[in-house]
């Protein structure tokens, strides 16, 4: 395969230029100024960036137990379709990955999908908060890192003890924060919203505490920490403190996050319905201000899908939280911080390949001669609108159909295979 003529763009080494790449054998073999070979697909990039495929650190495949939602054929399918080349599940599945037998079925079972599907195992046994994985055997059977993601872990001993072993193993702990002692009721901002909808919200103090509390606790250990899914403003304040006292805390943002208020909640009912929940406008600004300096490293999806049935639930009915992202992350990011001029392409990019990627040291994310050829073609003023037919995942749990977006993923290369085509 021969991709020729595009805007290519690596964030992890400023690459900028207009270059033709060449693939072979699932690896970039050359980047230059190139010559077609026989019986070479070549593919005209003209006017498209080339950028390293997406990695996505949070998504939630559903897989076992909770596959009428999502399985991981069409997790993988959403992803390709999103651009992204490598995901990574978090482990709050039924059973949850806690032992090496669950985590080697769903290895092996994702041996053949289109796209680099990873996985985290467990921090506690069953995310009950009280027992501790054998973090050892499960990095052994392959576990990038740990997360009891969903839930917070009360127990401050337990939680140092798991930062310690995680530390020895080099792998880092992703850290779902809200203090259950500090919430109301999960998925509405504790304010007005809240109280015109009848409900007692989640405040931001309740991220905002586990937030400083496990901070503080790496640093005692060493462990690399990922907050996940940061709220609050004054979320972003703490993690750049404790960036400045040189604790290994990184932290994620979601497009859901820097692109939509509590306000949505009025108008898209429990499809705005989201753990931590969407916050006031002044939070918004803070998240893209963290984004801008740098205390923001990655943004996320949290994928989380749900059935139509599940979110017609209601607020006082019980529906569950979450929404589907994989196919609209990098449209969000272009719409709300790239063309309003909030930060560049390339620090977009960044913050969506070779950031994960660094955190969880793998070695994808980036367009490197010999490195494996994970990349996408996008058309960064194509106008698009999102409609509910449109998704590759098996649910439409999105806040954001019938909005109309800037930027499109053409194609998706994972391993030097095209994984994903628009308009087919």
């Given at each position: 395969?021969?991709?020729?003529?595009?805007?290519?763009?690596?964030?992890?080494d400023?690459?900028?230029?207009?270059?033709?790449?060449?693939?072979?054998?699932?690896?970039?073999?050359?980047?230059?100024?190139?010559?077609?070979?026989?019986?070479?697909?070549?593919?005209?990039?003209?006017?498209?960036?080339?950028?390293?495929?997406?990695?996505?650190?949070?998504?939630?495949?559903?897989?076992?137990?909770?596959?009428?939602?999502?399985?991981?054929?069409?997790?993988?399918?959403?992803?390709?379709?999103?651009g992204?080349?490598?995901?990574?599940?978090?482990?709050?599945?039924?059973?949850?990955?806690?032992?090496?037998?669950?985590?080697?079925?769903?290895?092996?079972?994702?041996?053949?999908?289109?796209?680099?599907?990873?996985?985290?195992?467990?921090?506690?046994?069953?995310?009950?908060?009280?027992?501790?994985?054998?973090?050892?055997?499960?990095?052994?059977a392959?576990?990038?890192?740990?997360?009891?993601?969903?839930?917070?872990?009360?127990?401050?001993?337990?939680?140092?003890?798991?930062?310690?072993?995680?530390?020895?193993?080099?792998?880092?702990?992703?850290?779902?924060?809200?203090?259950?002692?500090?919430?109301?009721?999960?998925?509405?901002?504790r304010?007005?919203?809240?109280?015109?909808?009848?409900?007692?919200?989640?405040?931001?103090?309740?991220?905002?505490?586990l937030?400083?509390?496990?901070?503080?606790?790496?640093?005692?250990?060493?462990?690399?920490?990922?907050?996940?899914?940061?709220?609050?403003?004054?979320?972003?304040?703490?993690?750049?403190?404790?960036?400045?006292?040189?604790?290994?805390?990184?932290?994620?943002?979601?497009?859901?996050?820097?692109?939509?208020?509590?306000?949505?909640?009025?108008?898209?009912?429990?499809?705005?319905?989201?753990?931590?929940?969407?916050?006031?406008?002044?939070?918004?600004?803070?998240?893209?201000?963290?984004?801008?300096?740098?205390?923001?490293?990655?943004?996320?999806?949290d994928?989380?899908?749900?059935?139509?049935?599940?979110?017609?639930?209601?607020?006082?009915?019980?529906?569950?939280?979450?929404?589907?992202?994989?196919?609209?992350?990098?449209?969000?990011?272009?719409?709300?911080?790239?063309?309003?001029?909030?930060?560049?392409?390339?620090?977009?990019?960044?913050?969506?390949?070779?950031?994960?990627?660094?955190?969880?040291?793998?070695?994808?994310?980036?367009?490197?001669?010999g490195?494996?050829?994970?990349?996408?073609?996008?058309?960064?003023?194509?106008?698009?609108?999102?409609?509910?037919?449109?998704?590759?995942?098996?649910?439409?749990?999105?806040?954001?159909?019938?909005r109309?977006?800037?930027g499109?993923?053409?194609?998706?290369?994972?391993?030097?295979?095209?994984?994903?085509?628009?308009?087919?």
């Amino acid at each position: 395969m021969l991709i020729r003529n595009g805007h290519v763009m690596n964030p992890a080494d400023g690459r900028d230029e207009i270059a033709d790449i060449r693939i072979a054998d699932g690896v970039i073999k050359e980047i230059g100024s190139l010559v077609p070979e026989n019986d070479e697909e070549v593919i005209d990039a003209t006017g498209l960036i080339v950028a390293p495929g997406l990695v996505d650190a949070h998504v939630h495949y559903r897989d076992p137990g909770f596959t009428w939602k999502e399985d991981i054929h069409t997790g993988a399918a959403a992803a390709a379709a999103g651009g992204v080349t490598t995901v990574i599940c978090m482990a709050n599945t039924k059973p949850a990955v806690d032992s090496v037998e669950t985590l080697k079925d769903l290895i092996e079972r994702e041996k053949e999908l289109p796209v680099h599907v990873l996985n985290t195992a467990t921090v506690t046994v069953g995310l009950k908060g009280k027992e501790l994985t054998d973090m050892e055997a499960l990095a052994a059977a392959g576990a990038v890192g740990f997360t009891d993601d969903g839930i917070p872990i009360s127990d401050q001993k337990l939680l140092l003890q798991a930062f310690e072993r995680a530390a020895a193993l080099d792998l880092p702990v992703s850290l779902h924060e809200e203090d259950p002692e500090l919430m109301g009721s999960a998925g509405v901002n504790r304010g007005a919203v809240s109280e015109k909808i009848g409900v007692s919200g989640a405040p931001a103090i309740a991220e905002e505490a586990l937030t400083a509390r496990d901070c503080l606790l790496a640093a005692e250990s060493g462990v690399r920490i990922d907050i996940q899914h940061v709220s609050s403003g004054r979320t972003v304040d703490i993690i750049r403190f404790m960036k400045g006292l040189g604790i290994q805390v990184f932290a994620e943002v979601t497009p859901q996050h820097f692109s939509l208020t509590e306000e949505a909640v009025l108008t898209t009912g429990t499809m705005a319905k989201v753990n931590p929940p969407l916050r006031t406008e002044a939070d918004r600004r803070k998240l893209i201000e963290g984004l801008k300096d740098g205390t923001i490293d990655m943004i996320v999806t949290d994928h989380a899908p749900h059935t139509e049935e599940e979110k017609a639930k209601g607020f006082d009915g019980g529906a569950p939280s979450g929404m589907i992202g994989l196919e609209t992350s990098l449209a969000l990011g272009i719409t709300t911080l790239v063309k309003t001029g909030e930060i560049t392409m390339m620090e977009l990019l960044a913050k969506m390949t070779v950031n994960p990627a660094d955190f969880y040291k793998l070695p994808c994310g980036r367009i490197a001669v010999g490195g494996c050829a994970d990349l996408i073609l996008i058309d960064p003023d194509q106008e698009w609108t999102v409609t509910a037919e449109g998704f590759h995942s098996k649910s439409a749990n999105s806040p954001f159909i019938g909005r109309k977006l800037t930027g499109k993923v053409l194609r998706t290369i994972c391993s030097g295979k095209t994984v994903y085509q628009a308009f087919e």
